[in-house]
Structures are given as structure tokens and as C-alpha cells.
């Protein structure tokens, strides 16, 4: 959806404020129930739904659909928080808590779906923000973008942090008689303090353990990005080992490593966070990334070699989920935004490629994994 020259003015009770940005046919509400307190929604009626990815974005997808913008989740490091910017919004507490809603999105899908022009190309849905954050609860937009899915016979696929997803098994399941279905959990450590403080709006590691158990038992091929493995929080030998050991009892397709990124925007937010919680740790993070977004290049190595030699202890990837079929391969785990270090993949087979995976080019050194929002 193109945001340029669209905007919302607020009607009556909304103290005159004119939010730019947003289309004249927008609504805000606000709910005054204990998950929703202190959240405003932005319902919009977008023009388009399925997007297209620059070539020059590095990411194993080429469309997506994201029915929301912002998000609950409220991880202190998500790197679309400076996509909150593009709306004159904040990229902290306003990403946090100033959710768009794509109202019109299943029956969007359709449309485009059905259009001559449309391809059936894979698509990769929760690239930027959660699909399945707590607004999904609410607005279930995802069955009927499924349903559409479905129907249309596209492959598609899905990453989360959300427990939501399991509402829509059933869905899930009917579209992956179909078509190319695939789902990936966002883990990237097990330690519950650690969670509570950087990603306080999730369900914990726990329940995102369970959720990718349940979708591999049930046919629907479900792998772990491990993502952020954050720097001195959660990368010390212990804490790999017990992270790749539970994500290897639930089944897990893969499991993929992705050390912390900080983009513009999340770096702030992030940065400020370490200060007042671990302001020993600054010194070390600005060491790391004093020079760009990336941690240094033998470091993501070491973290790489660590968790691929953990998943081979703990069999990830040893059997497949369906038949004869190679991990993964039922319609891209996507790693959005994880650039395309297929080396990090820990567990699977890489000869074959994610449906909507860009063909890798011929020798060229692997670009830096980028974190998820999500991821």
C-alpha cells in the first residue's frame, strides 16, 4: 500500500487531532480491556494487499502480505520499528502502540489472487510485523486470508511469535492439501527473564515451543528462527545448548541462528533499553556495533557454528515431517528478512530451495543475516 498524501482526520471526541498519513476513511478505536489498554487502532481500507519486494532488499521471498502495521509485541529490538517513521509515527512507544489495521485485507486477497495478471507466486506473510499479534484476536483477518489462500491454491508462508496461529489449524491444514504450506516459529532463547524484558507483548518461549510442536504434528512443516541471539544476554554456550535442546523436542524442520541487527530506529530504541537495564553491557554493544547494523563477521560465524553443531547433536532436521518430503520444503520458512546466509541453516538440507526463494546467484560471498520482527 502506497501511505503518501493519504490521511485521517479524526472525528468527534478526538480532541481535534489529525493524524497524518492515513486515509480519510479510517477509524480509530480504542478498547478499554487489560490487553488492549493504552493501544489505538487505525482501521484503514488499503488499496493493495499483496506486495512485492525490491530485488535490492537481500530477503529469500519476493511478496508478502502484511494486514497490519505496528505491533504489540513491543520487542525491544524489532527492526520495522523505523517503518512507523514512514507514518509520521514514533518508532518506539508509537510502534508499540498505534496499530493500522488493514480491514479490507481477505477480501484484497482474493481480488488480487483472482486478477489474470497475479502469477501464483509464494507468498510470505509476518515479513514485517506479526500477523498474529494479540490485534489478530480481535480483527481475524487471518482466516479469511487463508481461506483466500486456500481457495486460490498459493503457497504461501508464515512466521510468528504469536500462539494465535493455532486457531487456524484447521485452515492451515485444508490449504496445505492444496498447495505449499510452511510456518516458522521466532525463538531465540528459552531464558523467561530475558524474554519478559525485550519482548514483553509475546507469549513466552514456552508456548512458542508448543506451537511449533503442534503444527508439525499436525502436517504443517514448522521450523525455529532463532532470533536475535542477543550479544552477552543470551549467547553463552549454556544458553545455545538449552535454547537448540527445546527446539529440537518440538520437531522443528530447522532451526535458523540470527544474531541481533540494529537498524535506525530499533538501534534507539534498544540502545536506550541496554542503557538503563545493562548499562555495563553498552561499552561491549558499542564495540560490536560501533561500525553499522551488523555484529562483526567472526562473531555471526561463531554463533553459527555453535547452534549447527548443537542441531546436529539433537537431530534437528534428521526426519521429515511429511513422507519423503525435505525439511522445509512445503512452501518457505521465509527467515524475513534474514538475508540469505543459507550457511546459518542448522538441520536441513540447503540443495533445495524455498518456493519463492530467489535462485542463489553464482559465487558471491553470503550477504549478513538480518533479524526478524517479528518478526
Avoid at 488492549?36 to 519486494?53: D, K, L, M, Q
Avoid at 486477497?109 to 506473510?125: D, F, K, N, S, T
Avoid at 514448522?222 to 550479544?231: E, F, Q, T
Avoid at 563477521?297 to 553459527?304: D, S
Amino acid at each position: 500500500m502506497r501511505w503518501e498524501g493519504l490521511r485521517l482526520e479524526t472525528g468527534e471526541g478526538a480532541q481535534g487531532e489529525t493524524t497524518p498519513l492515513f486515509a480519510r476513511s479510517a477509524v480509530t478505536r480504542t478498547f478499554d480491556t487489560p490487553e488492549f489498554r493504552g493501544v489505538t487502532f487505525y482501521e484503514i481500507h488499503a488499496r493493495s494487499i499483496i506486495n512485492r519486494v525490491p530485488s535490492a532488499s537481500r530477503v529469500p521471498f519476493e511478496w508478502t502480505i502484511n494486514p497490519y502495521r505496528g505491533c504489540t509485541h513491543a520487542c525491544t529490538y524489532c527492526f520495522a520499528r523505523r517503518t512507523h517513521e514512514y507514518l509520521d509515527l514514533d518508532s518506539g512507544r508509537d510502534f508499540d502502540s498505534k496499530i493500522v489495521v488493514k480491514v479490507n485485507a481477505p477480501d484484497l486477497v482474493r481480488r488480487e489472487l483472482a486478477a489474470p495478471r497475479w502469477g501464483g507466486h509464494p507468498i510470505a506473510m509476518g515479513t514485517n510485523v506479526d500477523c498474529y499479534q494479540r490485534a489478530e484476536g480481535r480483527y481475524r483477518l487471518m482466516p479469511g486470508i487463508l481461506a483466500a489462500l486456500r481457495d486460490a491454491r498459493n503457497p504461501f508462508s508464515i512466521l510468528t511469535k504469536g500462539s494465535l496461529i493455532l486457531r487456524d489449524l484447521d485452515l492451515l491444514a485444508e490449504a496445505a492439501q492444496v498447495t505449499d504450506v510452511s510456518t516458522a516459529v521466532s525463538i531465540g532463547f528459552t531464558d523467561e527473564s530475558l524474554w519478559r524484558a525485550v519482548e514483553p507483548g509475546t507469549p513466552s518461549p514456552r508456548k512458542r515451543l508448543e506451537v511449533c510442536a503442534t503444527l508439525n504434528e499436525h502436517g504443517i512443516p514448522c521450523g525455529v528462527l532463532m532470533a536475535p541471539i542477543l550479544p552477552y544476554l543470551g549467547d553463552s554456550p549454556q544458553a545455545l545448548e538449552a535454547t537448540v535442546r527445546r527446539i529440537a523436542e518440538t520437531g522443528a524442520t530447522h532451526v535458523t541462528p540470527i544474531v541481533l541487527h540494529l537498524r535506525p530506529g530499533a538501534r534507539e530504541w534498544f540502545m536506550a533499553w541496554l542503557s538503563r537495564e545493562h548499562p555495563r553491557l553498552v561499552p561491549r554493544y558499542l564495540e560490536l556495533y560501533g561500525r553499522g547494523a551488523y555484529a562483526p563477521k567472526a562473531y555471526q560465524e561463531r554463533i553459527g557454528h555453535a547452534v549447527r553443531a548443537l542441531a546436529r547433536k539433537y537431530g534437528i532436521g534428521r526426519s521429515t515431517p511429511r513422507g519423503d518430503q525435505a525439511p522445509g520444503t512445503g512452501g518457505g520458512d521465509r527467515a524475513a528478512e534474514a538475508g540469505g546466509n543459507a550457511a546459518a541453516d542448522a538441520g536441513g538440507a540447503r540443495s533445495w530451495r524455498r518456493p519463492g526463494e530467489r535462485p542463489a546467484p553464482s559465487p558471491a560471498p553470503p550477504a549478513p543475516p538480518e533479524q526478524l520482527t517479528l518478526l
